[in-house]
């Protein structure tokens, strides 16, 4: 409810730029979009603007369409979810879920390629979700 939200909220952002962190120094991905990123394009105007960076965290991981489900699938925390935003930690993968109707060219034309992945970053404990993200990685053998 309304009484917690704030708490609610500031967990989001403290996980979500923990795992933007962790996507960006300990894997292959290509591409980590966060607001609170120093690297995001935006970062300035965020930090002005935000008081928070939200709890999404957006990653083109890199990795093949294979690979990219295949880790999905070996994820504990992050369950596979269109709906994100709740305080559940969730992932999305829109080439095979919110887009997958979009002709795959079209897609990867606007930055939407096979092993591009939406996380929703819950308010569980933040080594959980680091730990999970681990071991899905390893997973794959990344």
């Known amino acids: 409810g309304v009484k917690t ?16 962190e962790f996507l960006v120094k300990e894997t292959l991905a290509t591409m980590v979009r966060y607001p609170f990123l120093k690297s995001h394009p935006q970062y300035d105007l965020a930090c002005r603007q935000m008081s928070g960076g939200s709890g999404i965290v957006t990653a083109d991981l890199g990795l093949s369409l294979d690979k990219t489900v295949a880790l999905l699938g070996h994820l504990e925390f992050f369950k596979c979810a269109e709906s994100l935003g709740g305080i559940e930690s969730l992932s999305c993968h829109p080439a095979s879920m919110t887009h997958a109707s ?9 930055g939407i390629t096979d092993s591009l992945v939406r996380f929703s970053v819950g308010i569980e404990t933040v080594d959980d979700l680091i730990d999970d993200l681990r071991q899905a990685f390893a997973s794959i053998s990344c």
């Open 102 to 110: 979009v002709p795959g060219d079209l897609r990867r034309e606007v």
């Open 5 to 20: 939200q704030a708490l609610r909220m500031a967990r989001h952002c403290e996980n979500a730029l923990v795992v933007a």
